[in-house]
C-alpha cells in the first residue's frame, strides 16, 4: 500500500510506501510512520488499520478527520473506500494500490511460517515424544542434534534455491531484526527468570557472529539516531524503519542469495523459531520479551494481536497450525499447576514471571484455540513513574501516600486494562514495614516490595472435583492469620462481603479493585456482589459499604490508549434519613485532556492526616 499525503495547497505529495497493517499519523516523528508537522494535530492523531481487504481509520486526536465527506471523531472507526481522501487539516491523504513487489513481500511472513511448519513436522517424525520435555531443553548433545536436523530440512525445502531467493532474504532479514531488538532490550531490561538453556544457538558459527554484530551496528546507525530515547521509542523506530534500510544496506554490501551470511542467519532464524515451538511458547516468545508490549491476544492461529502504549495492533506473527497453539497453551497451564482439555476448556493461569494468562479452547472456542496474555512488567512500576506518565498528578500522589499510610481503607476501580493492579502495587509501596500484610489472588500478581508478607493463590479442583480454594475462602481465614491489612487482588463474587466485613472489624488500610465504569457506579457494583453472597437489606449494605470504605480510586483508559486517574471519592457514610450512601469528589479530571484537579472539597480525615504531619495544606490545591 502506498499512501501519498500533502498540506492543503501543495501540489507535490509526499509518498509513504507500507507493507504493514498497522499505520501511525501524528506530530511527533519518534512515533508515527507518516509525521505531519502543524500545531492542529495531536502526537498520535489517527491510525490506519488494514482489515481483511479494506482499510479502516480511527483518530486519536481532537482535530476532526474526515473520510471523505463523513466526519469522524476521536474514538470511532471508519472504512476508508477506494476512492475517498482522509482531511486532517490542513492535510489531505490518499490511499493508492502498492505495487506488486510490495504485494509479494507483504506474503513472506506467511511463506516463512509455512516453511517453519514443514521443519516441525519433519522433525518431530524424528523425536520420540519424550524428547521434547523439560529435561531435555538442558541436554547441549540433544539440542545441537535438533539444530543440525533444522539445516538439513531447510535445504530439503529449498530454503537456499534461486526460487527461494527472496524467501531466504526475508528469513534472514527476520533473524537480523530479532537481534537488534534483542540487544536493546537486554542492555536495559534485566532477564526474566527461568531456566532458558535451550533458546543458546549451540551451532552459532563466531565469524558469522562477528558479521552479523558489524552488519546490525550499521542499521542501528541508520535508524536510531538518538541511542538516549526512551527504550521504546527506539524499538518503535526500529519496527517502523527496518525492511527499507535492510534493503538499503543489503545493496550497499553487495548481497544477493547466495551470500553465506544470509544463508547463515536464515538458518539461525529457523532454528530459534522450531526450538520455541518445541520447548518455549512459539511465536509469542519474543513477544512476551519486548517491553513496549503490555499485552498478547491470540484470537487465531493466523491473527495475533498486541498492544502497544495502550493501541491495538496486529503482530505479524502467528502459530503453524491449532494444534501447536494447543500444545503451547497445556506447556503454560501445566508449569503452574493447572489443567486444560475439551472437558475444562477454560482455564486462568499465569506465566512464571506472573503474567497473568486466559486460555480457551474448543468446544468453546469456535475460531480456533484463543489466548490472553496480560504481561507482568519486567520493571517494577513506581508511583513516580505513574506522575511522569501523567496517570495522577504529585498532588493527588501526595494525597494518596498519606492516606495509605494513615490506614484509610481503599477500593482501587476501573474497566479492563486501566491498570487497577499497577496502582494497587505503587500504593502498597506506602504501606509501612511493621504491617503485617496478607495478599490473596487469583493469579498472583502482587509485587509487595515488604518483608512481613504473607501471599495466598486460589486453588481450583483436583480430578475428583475437590481441593478447591476460591478468593472467599482465603479472605476468611485471612482473618484468622493476625494480619494488619489485607490486600486482595479483585473482588468480583461473594468475597466482596468478607472484605467489607474485614475493613469493619479493625483490619484499617485494607486495599482491594473492583470493575466499575465511575465511583458512583461502584455502589450499585458492591450491592450485587454482595447480595450474592447473603440475602441482606440495601440498606444493611449501604450500611456495611460506608462503614467500611473510606475512598475509591477511579481508573479509565481513553480511546487513545491514555490510562489515568479520573476521581478520587470519599464514601462519607450512609444516611439513613434518605437511604443513600454519602460520596464526595476529592479530585477530579474533567475530559481526557485534562489534569486530575481537586475540586476544593476536603475529606473529613483531613484533619488527622494533618496532625500526624502526612499531608500539608497549604500545598494541597497546588
Request: hydrophobic share 40%; aromatic share 6%; with cysteine.
Amino acid at each position: 500500500m502506498r499512501i501519498a499525503f500533502s498540506r492543503i495547497g501543495e501540489s507535490q505529495p509526499t509518498y509513504f510506501n507500507t507493507s504493514e497493517a498497522i499505520v501511525r499519523i501524528g506530530s511527533d516523528p519518534h512515533t508515527n510512520d507518516i509525521v505531519l508537522k502543524n500545531p492542529y494535530i495531536s502526537p498520535t492523531h489517527a491510525i490506519l488499520n488494514r482489515n481483511g481487504s479494506h482499510w479502516e481509520l480511527t483518530p486519536l486526536g481532537d482535530n476532526e478527520v474526515f473520510v471523505g465527506e463523513q466526519s469522524v471523531r476521536m474514538g470511532e472507526r471508519a472504512i476508508i473506500g477506494r476512492s475517498e481522501a482522509i482531511r486532517i487539516f490542513p492535510f489531505t491523504l490518499k490511499l493508492e494500490e502498492a505495487p506488486a513487489a510490495e504485494d509479494a513481500s507483504a506474503g513472506i511472513s506467511q511463506r516463512v511460517s509455512m516453511l517453519i511448519l514443514q521443519i516441525h513436522r519433519d522433525l518431530l517424525s524424528r523425536l520420540d515424544v519424550s524428547d521434547t520435555d523439560d529435561s531435555r531443553r538442558q541436554s547441549d548433545p540433544f539440542l545441537l542434534q535438533v539444530e543440525h536436523d533444522i539445516d538439513e530440512f531447510s535445504r530439503l525445502h529449498g530454503l537456499f534455491s534461486q526460487e527461494n531467493a527472496d524467501l531466504l532474504i526475508g528469513t534472514a532479514a527476520a533473524r537480523t531484526e530479532s537481534y537488534i531488538l534483542q540487544r536493546m532490550i537486554e542492555g536495559e531490561v534485566s532477564e526474566k527468570e527461568g531456566d532458558e538453556r535451550w533458546t543458546r544457538m549451540l551451532s552459532s558459527r563466531p565469524d558469522f557472529e562477528s558479521r552479523l554484530e558489524s552488519l546490525a551496528a550499521a542499521l542501528e546507525d541508520a535508524m536510531i539516531p538518538d541511542r538516549h530515547a526512551d527504550l521504546s521509542l527506539r524499538i518503535a523506530r526500529v519496527e517502523r524503519m527496518f525492511a527499507s534500510t535492510w534493503e538499503t544496506e543489503l545493496k550497499q554490501r553487495n548481497y544477493d542469495h547466495e551470500n553465506e551470511l544470509l544463508h547463515y542467519l536464515a538458518c539461525c532464524y529457523l532454528k530459534k523459531q522450531v526450538k520455541d515451538i518445541l520447548f518455549g511458547y512459539g511465536p509469542l516468545e519474543d513477544l512476551i520479551r519486548m517491553p513496549n508490549i503490555s499485552e498478547i491476544m491470540v484470537v487465531s492461529r493466523d491473527k495475533i494481536y498486541v498492544e502497544k502504549n495502550g493501541v491495538l495492533e496486529k503482530s505479524g506473527r502467528q502459530f503453524v497450525s491449532d494444534e501447536v497453539t494447543v500444545a503451547i497453551i497445556e506447556r503454560i497451564v501445566n508449569r503452574v499447576g493447572r489443567r486444560i482439555n475439551t472437558a475444562e476448556p477454560l482455564v486462568d493461569a499465569r506465566l512464571l514471571d506472573g503474567s497473568r494468562v486466559n486460555a480457551v479452547i474448543a468446544p468453546l472456542a469456535l475460531s480456533g484455540p484463543c489466548l490472553t496474555i496480560r504481561k507482568f512488567p519486567s520493571k517494577k512500576m513506581l508511583i513516580d513513574d505513574l506522575v511522569k506518565k501523567g496517570a495522577l498528578t504529585p498532588v493527588a500522589r501526595d494525597f494518596l501516600r498519606a492516606c495509605v499510610v494513615h490506614g484509610c481503607n481503599i477500593l482501587i476501580s476501573g474497566g479492563t486494562g486501566t491498570g487497577k493492579t499497577t496502582l494497587l502495587n505503587c500504593l502498597s509501596d506506602f504501606i509501612p514495614d511493621k504491617d503485617r500484610i496478607v495478599t490473596i489472588e487469583d493469579t498472583a500478581e502482587l509485587q509487595l516490595q515488604k518483608e512481613h508478607v504473607v501471599r495466598m493463590e486460589t486453588k481450583t479442583a483436583n480430578i475428583e472435583g475437590t481441593g478447591a480454594y476460591t478468593i472467599r475462602d482465603l479472605v476468611k481465614n485471612s482473618l484468622r492469620m493476625r494480619p494488619d491489612r489485607i490486600v486482595v487482588g479483585e473482588c468480583r463474587g461473594p468475597e466482596a462481603l468478607d472484605m467489607l466485613q474485614a475493613m469493619n472489624t479493625g483490619h484499617d488500610g485494607s486495599m482491594t479493585t473492583i470493575h466499575a465504569n465511575t465511583s458512583e457506579d461502584v455502589i450499585q457494583r458492591l450491592e450485587v456482589l454482595v447480595q450474592s453472597a447473603a440475602d441482606l437489606p440495601i440498606s444493611s449494605i449501604y450500611s456495611q459499604i460506608g462503614s467500611a470504605i473510606d475512598l475509591v480510586v477511579q481508573l479509565t483508559r481513553h480511546s487513545n490508549g491514555r490510562r489515568c486517574v479520573t476521581q478520587i471519592t470519599e464514601f462519607v457514610g450512609y444516611d439513613k434519613a434518605q437511604g443513600i450512601l454519602r460520596t464526595k469528589d476529592l479530585f477530579r479530571q474533567e475530559s481526557h485532556n485534562d489534569d486530575l484537579m481537586p475540586t476544593g472539597a476536603l475529606p473529613t480525615f483531613m484533619g488527622e492526616l494533618i496532625e500526624d504531619k502526612l499531608i500539608d495544606l497549604d500545598t494541597f490545591y497546588r
